[in-house]
């Protein structure tokens, strides 16, 4: 009984327990019992009712035994109760009156025995039977008729239990999940009222039982789950992800997105069956494996189950956590190529199988208690689950990428599209860097893969690596035509010097007016870390010996930094390699290998890679694939002979063009560059070659 009026606090709506459970009785209370008719019954009462007719008619027909006799042998007849005094009756009726008394009675008992007769109603069927004699008979004629019929009127229709139960199961879960609704200050209970089942349940959802503090319990249980997986995430991260954990905006979006499932968690509700299913936790699993790896996706996972788990009812807890981790590791395990849509389909349909599996598993632990309509609905909501959670996967990963800038598989399947209006200017206003950076992109991603780096990432990065040479194209000699020198109007090594190295700070610039993810921008400024352009800073020190003036290394240094991961290292040897074997024109495989040698080894002396994370072995895998993939690209051709000049009748119409295709020189005989001034990555011919000098690469590096 409470002692004092008891208010709501706030205004709130749940889901009440005590009202669903009040409504599933009271659905089950008015489903009617199923019972079912039992035909051998009808049918064996009829012939018994015939028999005894027709033993009575025999009986009626012994004229020489007594009347007594006659009715001891009637009482003879074991399924009916009849008094001496009607059988006396039966004897002394004519045969003709008998013969329809007789017909009467079977028909009354097989018209009776058509309906459905059951233990409950059989008192008041026999009762009615009086009522059914036809009118022609008077009434001591309908009493023999009744007496004996109602004996033979026995029960032909039988409760089925099982059936019913099922039935009443199937309508109870069917009935929907009830919610109880105060409004803040109204009265949840009276003083001097005997507090209900109801009431309870609406104290304890407001916290206000007494001598308990469940509020507060919930709220240590949580804090105690969040600060366990939070510290197990950590030191994850700070183990194995030490990319993700010096990225604030990156952790800061893993725990926001972490917020937010867990939050939502509630919207699908645990009363149901097939609500778990609905909740689309294998979403952050995927958007994690996009976003950062498929490792730690899976330990998220498992945290987030727990925490899902921790915050429901325990006897709802294993069914909300079971899905999440299960569907989860299905689907980021399915998850092979973030880079394609078609692998986030087959993601969900592993998600959809691995959560159809757990709910048959459930169901088949609790066999019955679900109609099979209501189990074929929900194994569709369960078998549908993954599509949707891929679903909210790939929105979710296009606003991320949109509103964060992040570089993910969506993101980099636009960049690479050839239509992006940056690679679009690359290819009109600098063919020449455009198809370097097809060689640097092909040099890189075969070398990626090799190690087991972010091939794709590489790929796309090395597109946009070179875009600042927009700015000034002809100014690097791959965009520039034979004998074209704009270096040589300059004559000012400084100056460029400055040109060549402000490509990177004009790159990084063109990347944030086109807004290209931060993880591109690192290719674009780390692409040449903090080497130097020696080639003008030796011009400049030659000057400076006849002028007296001072040259400093720092004007001619790469403001870097230097790489910080495998990717842009390799995006820097790839960058490098492919310049200077375009300036050498090497051509035997012996000759590649040195030039891609010298390369390792002046960035390896140089320090370029210490804070790269390549190992010796990466080191030696991304050797070989540069080996074989420049060996390909730039192997000598063979040198097709002119033929001589064709003789005038030749010379017809028709026949000019081809005559004119046959003599132009081939490629190998074209005029060498000029032998001045070359500009940054000016083509050479190769070093045993002492009458045309090497020139030097795109950072001003002399390869010899």
Request: negative net charge.
């Amino acid at each position: 009984m409470a002692d004092r009026d008891i208010l709501a606090p706030e205004s709130r709506i749940y889901d009440s327990a005590v009202l669903t459970e009040r409504t599933r009785q009271e659905t089950i209370s008015q489903a009617e019992a199923i019972y079912d008719p039992n035909p051998d019954i009808t049918r064996g009462q009829i012939r018994l009712a015939a028999s005894i007719r027709d033993y009575i008619t025999h009986v009626r027909g012994d004229k020489y035994a007594p009347d007594p006799v006659l009715v001891n042998d009637l009482r003879a007849i074991a399924s009916l109760n009849v008094s001496m005094e009607v059988w006396q009756a039966i004897l002394d009726l004519p045969d003709n009156r008998w013969d329809l008394i007789g017909n009467e009675m079977t028909a009354l008992v097989e018209r009776t025995m058509q309906g459905n007769i059951r233990d409950g109603n059989l008192r008041a069927v026999r009762n009615s039977l009086e009522n059914s004699v036809a009118s022609r008979f008077n009434n001591s004629e309908a009493e023999i008729v009744v007496a004996i019929a109602e004996d033979l009127i026995q029960p032909n229709t039988f409760y089925n239990e099982d059936t019913t139960r099922a039935m009443q199961a199937e309508r109870a879960a069917q009935v929907p999940i009830q919610q109880a609704s105060f409004e803040e200050g109204e009265l949840i209970v009276r003083a001097g009222e005997i507090v209900t089942e109801e009431n309870m349940e609406a104290l304890e959802e407001f916290g206000l039982l007494d001598g308990t503090n469940t509020r507060l319990q919930s709220l240590l249980s949580a804090l105690l789950a969040m600060s366990l997986t939070t510290l197990i995430l950590w030191l994850y991260i700070d183990r194995f992800e030490p990319k993700t954990r010096h990225n604030q905006r990156l952790l800061a979006l893993i725990a926001s997105l972490f917020l937010i499932f867990l939050a939502t968690v509630n919207l699908f509700g645990v009363e149901g069956v097939n609500q778990p299913y609905l909740y689309p936790a294998a979403a952050l699993a995927l958007l994690l494996t996009s976003l950062v790896g498929i490792e730690l996706a899976i330990i998220s996972a498992s945290m987030l189950a727990i925490l899902v788990g921790v915050s429901q009812p325990p006897d709802q807890a294993l069914h909300m956590a079971a899905p999440v981790v299960v569907g989860s590791v299905a689907g980021v395990l399915t998850l092979r190529q973030i880079d394609r849509l078609n692998s986030y389909f087959l993601a969900g349909l592993s998600i959809s199988g691995a959560n159809l599996t757990v709910f048959l598993a459930f169901e088949l632990s609790q066999a019955g208690t679900v109609s099979a309509t209501t189990l074929l609905a929900q194994s569709i909501v369960a078998a549908t689950s993954g599509l949707f959670a891929a679903g909210i996967a790939l929105v979710a990963l296009y606003v991320i990428t949109n509103l964060l800038n992040l570089t993910t598989s969506l993101k980099l399947i636009e960049l690479m599209d050839s239509k992006h209006p940056l690679l679009q200017r690359l290819l009109r206003e600098a063919p020449g860097t455009y198809q370097h950076s097809l060689q640097v992109g092909n040099l890189s991603e075969l070398a990626a893969e090799a190690i087991g780096a972010n091939a794709g990432l590489v790929r796309v990065a090395a597109m946009y690596h070179d875009i600042g040479k927009i700015l000034n194209p002809f100014y690097f000699v791959e965009n520039t035509t034979e004998g074209m020198n704009p270096h040589d109007d300059l004559n000012d090594p400084l100056q460029s010097a400055r040109v060549i190295i402000g490509h990177v700070t004009e790159g990084d610039r063109l990347a944030r007016r086109y807004n290209l993810p931060h993880r591109i921008r690192e290719f674009i400024l780390e692409h040449h870390g903090t080497t130097q352009a020696l080639y003008f800073y030796n011009q400049a020190t030659e000057r400076a010996e006849h002028t007296g003036s001072i040259v400093k290394i720092e004007d001619f240094t790469y403001p870097g930094p230097t790489p910080r991961s495998r990717e842009t290292a390799i995006m820097m040897l790839a960058d490098g390699c492919e310049s200077a074997t375009r300036s050498r024109r090497p051509s035997t495989k012996a000759e590649i290998e040195e030039v891609v040698n010298t390369i390792f080894e002046m960035r390896l002396n140089d320090g370029q890679l210490d804070n790269s994370n390549l190992t010796l072995n990466d080191l030696k895998a991304i050797r070989s694939i540069f080996v074989e993939t420049l060996q390909a690209m730039y192997h000598p051709r063979i040198a097709y002979q002119v033929p001589a000049r064709p003789m005038a009748p030749q010379l017809k119409s028709g026949t000019m063009k081809a005559v004119r295709a046959e003599a132009a020189p081939a490629p190998e005989e074209l005029p060498s560059p000029s032998s001045g001034t070359a500009p940054p990555e000016a083509s050479a011919p190769p070093a045993d070659l002492p009458d045309r000098p090497a020139a030097p690469s795109e950072d001003g590096e002399t390869h010899a």
